[in-house]
């Protein structure tokens, strides 16, 4: 994703790169923090374990020393209780210092790993492959097996009627007493009905702005009450935007 990511962040500064970022996906995005995570939990893991070799190996040669510092010391009281005997010659102690020196330096030898222990002891980086098919050349939402349902967005210049487009959406129902067809389950906001299937007295005095999506400004249209019943859901008192006699299509 292009993300410049250092040591320093922290999981919750990734999240907030990765979020951020425009080329953000979430499932992708989850997917990338996860293995950037278990690298570092590997890295950690493999710092400790060397760590804690390098304690054994140290404890190790200390003791050793301490052995054999004991067994000289022994030899030498032993030597001293024969009497007029010849002294064997001891070993020449070094100065602590340069005993430390040298058990170091050994330690730097014998713990660090050799090779690439990167490549070794890590796990390769996960390539992202998509959630659907696991294939590895594209992402979830560029996958051919998701059924994508195609809506209509627009019909232009068709033969057929437009009647029989809104025929599931169609229903009889008796609206302020005169039957005609309802138009349901739009969506829309507003109600809209016909000046002549209403009455002056209908009228609320209240007025809606409204705006078509290929209309430049907005249009002023009464309110009137609307009384609607139909078997299915009753009888309802509603308010309706009232629209010229001429556009009358013999729908509400």
């Known amino acids: 994703m292009g993300l410049e990511i250092t ?13 951020n970022s425009p080329d953000y996906e979430e499932e992708f995005a989850r997917g990338q923090l996860d293995v950037i995570v278990q690298e570092w939990e590997s890295e950690i893991a493999q710092a400790e374990l060397v760590r804690k070799e390098r304690e054994t190996e140290r404890a190790y ?20 209780s024969k009497g007029n005997r010849a002294r064997p010659n001891s070993p020449k102690k070094e100065h602590p210092a340069k005993n430390a020196e040298k058990t170091e330096h050994q330690f730097g030898k014998t713990s660090a790993p050799k090779g690439n222990w990167r ?21 979830r939402p560029k996958c051919p097996q998701i059924n994508k349902s195609k809506e209509l967005v627009n ?11 809104f025929v599931p959406y169609l229903s009889k129902a008796l609206v302020n007493d005169e039957e005609m067809d309802i138009l349901r389950d739009t969506g829309a906001s507003i109600y809209i009905v016909s000046r002549n ?13 409204v705006k078509q999506p290929l209309d430049a400004e907005f249009r002023c249209l009464p309110l009137s009450k609307v009384e609607i019943q139909n078997p299915e859901f009753g009888c309802i008192i509603t308010k309706a935007a009232v629209i010229d006699a001429q556009l009358d299509s013999d729908w509400y």
């Open 61 to 80: 040669e200390l003791e050793k020393l301490k052995v054999a510092s004991a067994a000289e010391t022994v030899s030498l009281n032993s030597t001293c």
């Open 7 to 19: 040591s320093e962040d922290r999981v919750i500064d990734i999240c907030k790169k990765i979020k």
């Open 155 to 165: 019909r232009v210049g068709i033969s057929e009627q437009v009647e029989n487009l």
């Open 197 to 209: 299937r209403v009455r002056p007295e209908n009228f609320t005095g209240e007025v809606v702005f």
């Open 119 to 139: 490549s070794e002891k890590f796990e390769r980086r996960t390539q992202p492959a998509c959630y659907i098919c696991h294939s590895t050349s594209h992402l």
